[in-house]
Structures are given as structure tokens and as C-alpha cells.
């Protein structure tokens, strides 16, 4: 039995790739555990390792340093990806207000982080890691302890030691906050919610039956009254008033008594009657004439070279008879406008004749087979070009060092930007979901398991040592910003209970509490605003992790 006390005491590469499998593998386990309705989820890989580092198992330094690294990045990778497309259309109006709340939260944070390091003389280092503990911010960790090897050259124990102890309250403390603004705000729920089940409605994608009556426009092509309106307008078919359905086009020309079927957003309704003449309630079955072959299909986008080719430079319409009335974008509704990019993965919903559909459908690619296969030169050409922006210095007026965006932040920016730009330049970024949280979940579970191995030897001693002082100060770091900016946003921007509860999870990039508030929402409002701010969140999570670190060796 010395090969199995040997795998199991040793420090070689099948003893730690096993003892990280089973610190993953339980961690996960335990983290499926609720109390209250609450778990930390994957954070138990954390405690486990932990547990298990400190009863001496451990893996060698080296090893874990890289476990440790590579986790993180493709952790903040994967998510850079998934948010990129709709991070930059996020700060028009409403959004640029989400994200300077989420600025607010983060640097109250960090002054809340630095009052506490004054007064009660805790080495701001270890601060560093109770204010990502508190926030629940595993990057921040990472970026806290590669910047303070950078100055070092020696990791530092207590800044993992510190999100260890403070994370649980951390989380616990995100979901009251609501419930305290809730309270102090005075905020009834059932009016938040009838509130926003009329505001989803205002912002679907919807199908309409006209009936051309108004003189103004007899006569006249379709394409000279669809410019007429700045929001997304599709005219799919005609229904003539001899019977006669064909495909609607840019030189269809509207006659009195026409029925058109169109695809428009809820609140784009009212013009668009009012414009063309009176709704009307066509059957499916009045646009089945015998002397007609139109069908509605939905087709997936999988040709590499169609990425990010506007739907207008197709010219499918004129070139097939066949519409692109809407496109599905990771379960989002868009109408198909001609100034639409395309995407792999979108979903096409096609209306023409079964021929010529099938025409497009070669066109567009449709093969299911194309999008399992990964597309792997991208995610690695991304991580390379992260790590080099990751590493460039930048100097901050003010700083006695120079700052990096590191292996947090630097991936993280140029995930963002492949994920919005990457179609202009023919990338392929395109992952499915399962394969994107495969990568994500992979990433912070090594990183977890890794953080735990490395910090567990110190961890009682230090919480008996009077380490348990940190909790309270990773409560206060919590509840504190959260408070104070969500009362804020209520009574100053009247902004609505359910987004707001998004803005606090996202604000502190806090899986749990985003699910929490999803519980409790009738509509997506918590994921909207959580999205929304989650990027330029995490961005200066790391950041000011950094800075910190920095200011502790001024």
C-alpha cells in the first residue's frame, strides 16, 4: 500500500490534480445545502479546501500558484464574453445611471475599507481581502494577490484568510440590504410588481394585423413609409383584398383594403395603426389561400463569414422573396431592421415560400453540427492578448507605484471588447451557453479550491487570534455602501424595487443574490440591471483592490 501513502501524502502532480478533484467535487456538494433559502454555492470549494489545508494536505506552491491563475482567467474570461455584446449599448440612458450607482458602491466600499484601517489599525493588506470577502468578489482577491507578490515577491495569508471569513455574512448581508430599503423606503411590493409586469409588456416584440385605410398612404411603396418611424418596423406579408398573400418588399406598393402582417415592438404600436389604418383580427387561417406557399421557419446562423455581415447587405429579400421578420439572440427577441448584425447562434425566423427558404437556409449555414464544435483560436488568441494588456503598467497620479490591470482585469477588458467588436473583424466568438458556463464554473472552482489549499494552515489560529473582528468589519464593508446608495437611487431616482435589487447584486457581482431577487421578480428587471452593471463593476473591483494593496506600502 506505499503507492497509495505516497499519492495520497506526496507532493506530486497525480497527488494535488487529485486533492483539487476532491475539494471541487465536495465543495460543490455541499454547496447544493440551504438554509434559509440561502447557499453559498460553490464558495464551499473555498471552506473545503481550507479544511483540508488544514489538516496538512496541501499541494506544492508552485503548482497551486498556477491553478490558482489560470482558474481566474478563465473565470473573468468567460464571463467578458457572455456580457460583451450588450456592455456598451448598456450605458445609453438608464444604464449610464445603473453604472454610476455601481461606481458609488464601489468606492464607498473601498473608503468604508480604509476608514476601518484607520481606526482600528488592521493591516490594510489583510482589509483588502475582507472588503472582497464582503462583496463577494473573488477577482478582486486575485488581483489583491498578485499585486502584493508583484511588490513582495511572497504571497500574503491574510488576504485570502480575510474573504474567507468575511464572505458567508457577505452574502447573507447583500440579500438583507433590500429587505432593509424595503423597510425604510416603505415600498410596497405589490405595486413594485404590477409596475413592472406593465413596463415588460412596453418592450416585447409583437405581431400585428393592419388593415390599410388612411388615403395618405395608398399608393405609396413600402419602403417610403417604413423610414417613416425610428424604431424597428418589419412588414412581413400582404394580404390583397382579392384573397391574393405574397411575400411585402421594399416596392410593394399599399392599396386601399390591404392587410398587412406586421412585427414591431410594443411600444411602436400605436404609430403604426395610427399611420396605416385599424388593427384587425386575421385569422392563421386567411392567410392560407390556395394560390400561396408561405411558411414561416426559423433557421440558425452558423457560416463563420456572416459574422457581424448586416442583414441588409444580403439583399435576401430581393434576392430570395423570402423576409427576415426577427432574430433570437440568446433567448432575446430583436426585429430583423437591415442595419442588424449577425451573429453565429442567432436564430432567423424566415417567411417566404419552402423553396426558397431552403435557398436562404444553405445560405446562412443551419447546421446544428457547426455550432457544437468550439471555436478555441479565439478564447486562447483572447487570453494571450488579456494577459499582455493584463501586464502593461499604467501610471495613476498620485500612486507611488505603477498599476496593472493584471490577470483579472486584463482578460476580463479584452473578453468585453472580443465579445462587441470581435463580428466587425470576422472573430468568431460565439460559445454556447452550456460550453460558456462549462469554462466559467471550471475556472472559479479551480480558483477556489486553489485559494483554500493555500490559506487553510493559518485559518483557526487566525480567527481565534482575533479574526473574528473581521466579520464585523465585512459586515459593515457590506451593508454600509449598499444602504446608503440604494436609499439614494430610491428617493432621488425613484428607481423601481426590482432593479434595484439587480443593482445591488450586480454592484457587488453576487450570483446568489442576483438568483434571490430573480425569486422574488415577476419579469427579468434584477438580470437587466445586474448585467448592466457588472462589467464596469468588476473591472473596478479589481482596480481598487489594486490600488489598495498599493497605498498600504506608501
Not at 320 to 342: K, S
Amino acid at each position: 500500500m506505499d503507492w497509495l501513502k505516497e499519492l495520497v501524502f506526496s507532493e506530486s502532480a497525480a497527488h494535488s490534480i487529485m486533492l483539487l478533484a476532491v475539494t471541487i467535487a465536495l465543495g460543490i456538494q455541499l454547496g447544493k445545502i440551504k438554509i434559509f433559502n440561502i447557499s453559498l454555492g460553490i464558495t464551499w470549494i473555498l471552506f473545503v479546501g481550507i479544511f483540508l489545508s488544514h489538516f496538512g494536505f496541501g499541494v506544492e506552491a508552485g503548482i497551486l500558484n498556477f491553478v490558482k491563475e489560470f482558474g481566474l482567467i478563465l473565470f473573468v474570461y468567460s464571463i467578458g464574453l457572455q456580457v460583451g455584446p450588450g456592455f456598451f449599448s448598456s450605458l445609453k440612458s438608464g444604464g449610464l445611471r445603473l453604472n454610476m450607482l455601481a461606481v458609488s458602491v464601489v468606492l464607498l466600499g473601498a473608503l468604508t475599507t480604509y476608514v476601518i484601517h484607520l481606526v482600528t489599525r488592521t493591516d490594510l493588506t489583510t482589509m483588502v481581502g475582507v472588503l472582497s470577502g464582503a462583496v463577494t468578489n473573488t477577482p478582486g482577491l486575485g488581483a489583491a494577490q498578485q499585486t502584493y507578490n508583484d511588490i513582495t515577491g511572497m504571497n500574503e495569508s491574510d488576504i485570502a484568510l480575510g474573504y474567507a471569513v468575511a464572505y458567508p455574512l457577505g452574502v447573507i448581508g447583500i440579500i438583507l440590504v433590500p429587505y432593509l430599503i424595503k423597510k425604510i423606503c416603505r415600498i410596497d411590493v405589490d405595486k413594485e410588481q404590477t409596475s413592472q409586469m406593465t413596463v415588460q409588456k412596453h418592450v416585447e416584440t409583437i405581431k400585428l394585423h393592419i388593415l390599410v385605410q388612411n388615403q395618405c398612404v395608398i399608393g405609396r411603396k413600402l419602403s417610403d413609409i417604413v423610414k417613416n418611424f425610428k424604431s424597428a418596423l418589419i412588414v412581413s406579408r400582404i394580404r390583397r383584398i382579392d384573397g391574393t398573400v405574397g411575400v411585402a418588399d421594399d416596392d410593394t406598393v399599399l392599396q386601399i383594403g390591404d392587410v398587412l402582417r406586421v412585427i414591431t415592438t410594443k411600444d411602436n404600436e400605436d404609430a403604426v395603426v395610427m399611420l396605416l389604418g385599424k388593427k384587425c383580427d386575421t385569422k392563421d387561417e386567411e392567410w392560407e389561400t390556395p394560390n400561396h406557399d408561405l411558411v414561416s421557419r426559423r433557421i440558425v446562423v452558423t457560416k463563420p463569414e456572416l459574422n457581424g455581415v448586416r442583414i441588409g447587405s444580403l439583399n435576401i429579400r430581393a434576392l430570395y422573396g423570402v423576409n427576415i421578420t426577427r432574430i433570437n439572440r440568446n433567448g432575446i427577441e430583436l426585429v430583423a431592421t437591415r442595419d442588424l448584425q449577425l451573429q453565429m447562434g442567432d436564430r432567423v425566423t424566415l417567411v417566404g415560400s419552402e423553396d426558397k427558404i431552403r435557398k436562404v437556409a444553405t445560405l446562412l449555414g443551419n447546421s446544428m453540427k457547426r455550432l457544437d464544435t468550439p471555436n478555441l483560436i479565439p478564447i486562447f488568441l483572447g487570453i494571450f492578448l488579456g494577459v499582455l494588456v493584463g501586464s502593461v503598467p499604467i501610471a495613476f497620479p498620485g500612486l507611488p507605484q505603477e498599476v496593472k490591470l493584471g490577470l483579472a482585469g486584463g482578460p476580463l477588458i479584452v473578453a468585453i471588447l472580443m465579445g462587441r467588436f470581435g463580428p466587425y473583424y470576422k472573430i468568431v466568438t460565439f460559445t454556447t451557453t452550456s460550453a460558456n458556463m462549462m469554462i466559467r464554473e471550471i475556472g472559479i472552482s479551480l480558483f477556489l479550491a486553489a485559494v483554500g489549499l493555500g490559506a487553510g494552515k493559518e485559518f483557526v489560529s487566525t480567527l481565534l487570534n482575533g479574526g473574528y473582528m473581521w466579520v464585523i468589519y465585512g459586515l459593515i464593508i457590506t451593508i454600509v455602501p449598499l444602504l446608503a446608495v440604494g436609499i439614494f437611487a430610491r428617493k432621488k431616482y425613484k428607481m423601481d424595487y426590482y432593479s434595484l435589487c439587480g443593482l445591488i447584486a450586480g454592484s457587488t457581482t453576487d450570483p446568489p443574490a442576483l438568483a434571490f431577487a430573480n425569486s422574488q421578480s415577476p419579469t427579468d428587471a434584477p438580470s437587466v440591471a445586474y448585467a448592466t452593471v457588472y462589467p464596469l463593476t468588476m473591472f473596478l473591483r479589481v482596480l481598487t483592490a489594486q490600488i489598495l494593496i498599493i497605498i498600504s506600502f506608501a
